[in-house]
């Protein structure tokens, strides 16, 4: 099956700072979508992006479905932003479920 | 309701006790979907409904799991003679379209087996 593989898998920042997350999938999706998940473990949507770029305040999100990838960018980080965050996708290959990557563990310092 | 909304939040049973999750979708929602998630793992796919009929639960670990949605809507996901294992996160999501587009998740519920 379709592999998900994000990195890196732990992240540690002071806040104000900026940091890129990656997601890399081994075979072509129809849908993707990056989520965060709070610490009281609750998954909230950030993006739902397929393909193209996308913004919502500090948070961008690009997918080069042809190169298999997908990034996601925060700007500004805040202490909020800490948690893990997941990268999402529905394979090409007749399934609708999706298979979710090994995920980022972030944490912001004040 | 204007989320998922899912309940018990936490559920403490002792082993080979029956336990039911609920899971209530955002209004309309036509798919519905329940995951696992197990301590520091990504989610996993156990099971999907579109409308009342489940069309896949090719997720679901063991015949002690079972989901039903019959009118549509609201969802139950049971299982029987809980051990262990069955400890986790057991998070549900609704997509308004028929073919999966854009998830949201309900907080989940915990579940611990003692």
């Known amino acids: 099956g379709i592999q998900v593989e994000q990195s890196p898998p732990d992240l540690i920042l002071q806040e104000g700072a900026n940091s890129t997350l990656r997601c890399n999938f081994s075979d072509s999706v129809n849908n993707l979508q990056w989520f965060h998940q709070n610490p009281w473990g609750q998954l909230i949507n950030l993006f739902y992006?397929?393909?193209g770029t996308k913004q919502n305040g500090r948070l961008s999100a690009t997918t080069v479905a042809t190169e298999r990838y997908s990034l996601l960018y925060i700007s500004s980080s805040q202490t909020t932003d800490s948690g893990v965050y997941f990268c999402?996708?529905?394979?090409?290959?007749?399934?609708?479920?999706?298979?979710f990557g090994t995920g980022t563990r972030l944490k912001v310092l004040a | 309701g204007a989320g998922v909304s899912q309940s018990p939040r936490y559920k403490v049973a002792k082993r080979g006790q029956d336990v039911a999750l609920r899971c209530d979708p955002i209004?309309?929602?036509?798919?519905l979907f329940w995951y696992q998630q197990a301590l520091g793992q990504g989610p996993e796919f156990l099971t999907y409904?579109?409308?009342?009929?489940?069309?896949?639960k090719s997720g679901l670990p063991s015949d002690r799991f079972f989901a039903e949605r019959p009118e549509g809507s609201v969802s139950t996901l049971k299982i029987q003679r809980t051990q262990q294992e069955d400890s986790a996160v057991y998070l549900c999501?609704?997509?308004?379209?028929?073919?999966?587009?854009?998830?949201?998740f309900g907080s989940g519920t915990r579940l611990t087996v003692v």
């Open positions: 409904f579109q409308n009342e009929a489940q069309l896949d």
């Open positions: 999501a609704s997509s308004d379209r028929a073919i999966n587009y854009g998830y949201t």
């Open positions: 992006i397929p393909s």
């Open positions: 999402a996708v529905v394979p090409v290959a007749g399934t609708y479920k999706y298979i």
């Open positions: 209004s309309g929602h036509v798919s």
